[in-house]
């Protein structure tokens, strides 16, 4: 699957579910007949929503971790604690579960947000803050994460 765009909006309704934007809906077309896996963020207050093959890929790296290793053992509990399969319905909407809904504080506006080949959704007003508090620290944090590598001429935009 190649990498995911955008940052959409849409609204949960009475139930928890959400309705996918005709724009991301058109990207997972080739991967939403095997189903998503969504699951709490390690580092944030949301979601994230990934393709089943993406899903597989992950799996197959903590799947090579020693389980007798108690810290492995810890990360891979926490890592898949709340874990959920989801399918989109006939309706194109995803049906987040409460227990998950609660981790996120998700209350009614919700943020999509495109993350290479997963989806972090988002409480509306927390993407917000999260985005607006790391601004300041950007420019710094895109030297740190990116400027050490040695990239060839052509592969430079």
């Given at each position: 699957m190649e990498s995911l765009i955008g940052t959409y909006e849409c609204k949960t309704d009475t139930k928890g579910r959400i309705?996918?934007?005709?724009?991301?809906k058109k990207q997972l077309e080739g991967v939403?007949?095997?189903?998503?896996?969504?699951?709490r963020s390690v580092f944030q207050s949301c979601l994230e929503l990934y393709p089943m093959s993406e899903w597989n890929k992950i799996m197959s790296k903590v799947a090579k971790l020693n389980r007798f290793v108690k810290k492995n053992n810890d990360f891979i509990r926490l890592?898949?604690?709340?874990?959920?399969h989801i399918e989109l319905d006939a309706s194109s909407r995803l049906l987040?579960?409460?227990?998950?809904?609660?981790?996120?504080?998700?209350?009614?506006?919700v943020v999509l947000s495109t993350?290479?080949?997963m989806i972090?959704?988002?409480?509306?007003e927390l993407y917000e803050h999260a985005i607006n508090g790391a601004v300041d620290d950007f420019a710094e944090?895109?030297?740190?994460?990116?400027g050490g590598l040695n990239l060839?001429?052509?592969?430079?935009?």
């Open positions: 309705m996918l934007s005709s724009g991301l939403v007949h095997e189903g998503f896996v969504l699951k890592f898949t604690a709340g874990v959920k987040l579960p409460k227990d998950l809904l609660g981790y996120s504080k998700i209350k009614k506006e993350a290479v080949s972090e959704i988002w409480d509306k944090l895109a030297e740190q994460v990116m060839e001429e052509d592969e430079l935009s």
